[in-house]
């Protein structure tokens, strides 16, 4: 009975030693972009678990490629088949509102819930687009606040050189809401706002999300923890502080 009772004290107190140490290991749990659900699905054939939707690939920094699917409206569906990537790109053109959807953490745009919400936004004849952040999916690089902002920004950004007069909304979930909001503040500085921002299950910014996550609850009476979370998120430049933006 001792032994597995001080197993589990030591693995307990370990915990803020390890994130003491190694502050990295913050950045993949609030990320969790290891988690590549569903597995075992090629993100190059979109068709596999999504119609009338493209795959392609954009280079949103140096060294970085950010994987992205290009779901067409309801009224294009019949007469995509076959057609390539560039018919496709050309569509953006054609006056229906486009819809950029940054979802949240874990798994990639092929996430069952993902797709099903690409579907409807289809089905009511917006283009969609969706994209894995760098790290996420078969996107390379590793995730960053600064580094998914940039990902949105560019893709946003893209998608007005494909037709300027695209009406073009940024659609974020959960952690995607806080990418948005900060694209959102980018675009609005830089004299060109988005023209729509839809923020799905937001939060007012990420240390207050961490805070309340049931594993740190276990933690919060332990004298400096706090604080410890606090500075390691600081230290990893992780804000997303959407209730100052």
């Known amino acids: 009975m001792w032994k597995p009772l001080s197993f589990l004290i030591s693995a307990y107190i370990s915990v803020p ?5 190694f502050p990295w290991i913050l950045d993949y749990a609030i990320f969790a972009h290891l988690l590549k659900i569903p597995f075992f699905v090629d993100l190059s054939r979109p068709e596999d678990v999504l ?16 994987g ?28 229906r509102p486009v819809i950029i959807y940054h979802h949240g953490n874990v798994g990639t745009r092929a996430k069952k819930n993902r797709v099903e919400l690409l579907k409807l936004l289809s089905a009511a004849d917006y283009h969609v687009l969706s994209l894995d952040y760098r790290g996420f999916g078969d996107s390379s690089g590793e995730p960053s606040e600064a580094g998914l902002t ?18 073009v909304c940024l659609w974020g979930h959960s952690l995607g809401s806080g ?6 503040v980018r675009l609005q500085e830089q004299g060109s706002p988005a023209d729509a921002v839809v923020l799905e299950g937001p939060y007012t910014r990420m240390r207050e999300v961490v805070a309340i996550h049931p594993l740190t609850k276990l933690y919060n009476f332990l004298p400096g923890f706090e604080s410890l979370i606090w500075h390691i998120l600081e230290k990893n430049n992780i804000e997303f502080a959407n209730d100052k933006k």
């Open 51 to 66: 119609d009338h939707t493209c795959n392609f690939y954009l280079s949103t920094d140096e060294g970085v490629s950010v």
């Open 150 to 167: 940039s990902d949105a920004l560019y893709l946003y950004q893209w998608v007005k050189q494909q037709n300027r007069e695209s009406f």
């Open 179 to 184: 990418v948005v909001t900060n694209a959102a």
């Open 68 to 95: 992205v699917w290009h779901t067409l409206p309801a009224s294009q569906w019949e007469e995509a088949a076959g057609k390539s990537p560039e018919w496709y790109r050309g569509t953006l053109g054609d006056g």
């Open 17 to 21: 030693v390890v994130l003491f140490l």
